[in-house]
């Protein structure tokens, strides 16, 4: 069964702190993304990555930064958490270079940042 | 740049109910595709359906069926007979096939809540 694995379900951080987000996916596929989900709004596309050290950004990168060191392997770095980054981290995966696949999903991380 | 709106923030039906979940999109590509994703209550979105633009058919999967109108950009879902399991969140989505950044736009999300 494919798997998209996100490291935490639920986070509370104070202010200031730096966060990791952990996402690893046992599909070998090439592309991983990061995606914020808020109410009415959607998911939004924060970073996203086609191979292993490349990244590009998305929609709402300012705050966030990616890190990619190994296929299986995304993470999403909140450098300095504030208040308006509490919300729902989703991470997904895609094989191939078309935008025509289908994204695998893991479960998210809900993340409050007091 | 691409938008996908999905009007209906909240539906609530009573089981055995019929229901349409309603998606309009914009783009300018030529060469798209359109899907819809569900997440339950466990948060995983799970995949639903993927349909390119030059495929105008309605898709029907069991209880489920999509109704894609390049006239009036849209891509509606619609289940028939509800049942209590197809409460979730529904999103829609569109990509362009020559999309720069490899992104995928989605919806505002419907949540529907199916009730006994």
């Known amino acids: 069964d494919v798997k998209v694995t996100q490291s935490s379900r639920y986070l509370v951080k104070r202010t200031g702190e730096k966060v990791f987000l952990e996402c690893v996916q046992d599909m070998d596929h090439e592309n991983m993304f990061w995606y914020r989900q808020d109410p009415g709004l959607g998911l939004r596309l924060i970073y996203f990555s086609y191979d292993v050290k490349m990244k590009e950004k998305g929609d709402i990168p300012e705050g966030y930064s990616v890190s990619r060191e190994k296929k299986e392997r995304f993470s999403l770095i909140l450098e300095s958490a504030s208040t308006n980054q509490t919300s729902m981290y989703l991470c997904?995966?895609?094989?191939?270079?078309?935008?025509?696949?289908?994204?695998?999903f893991g479960e998210g991380s809900r993340l409050t940042v007091l | 740049a691409q938008k996908v709106t999905q009007a209906q923030t909240e539906i609530s039906v009573v089981e055995k109910e019929d229901v349409t979940l309603d998606c309009v999109y914009e783009t300018r590509d030529t060469t798209y595709y359109l899907f819809w994703y569900k997440q339950p209550p466990s948060g995983e979105l799970v995949f639903l359906i993927r349909r390119n633009s030059f495929d105008e058919q309605n898709e029907i999967s069991g209880r489920y069926s999509w109704n894609f109108q390049k006239s009036t950009s849209s891509f509606n879902f619609t289940i028939t007979a509800s049942q209590v399991v197809d409460s979730a969140v529904y999103f829609c989505a569109l990509s362009g096939l020559n999309n720069a950044g490899n992104m995928l736009t989605f919806g505002g999300g419907t949540r529907l809540m199916v009730k006994p």
């Open positions: 997904a995966s895609r094989t191939g270079t078309m935008n025509t696949g289908e994204l695998f």
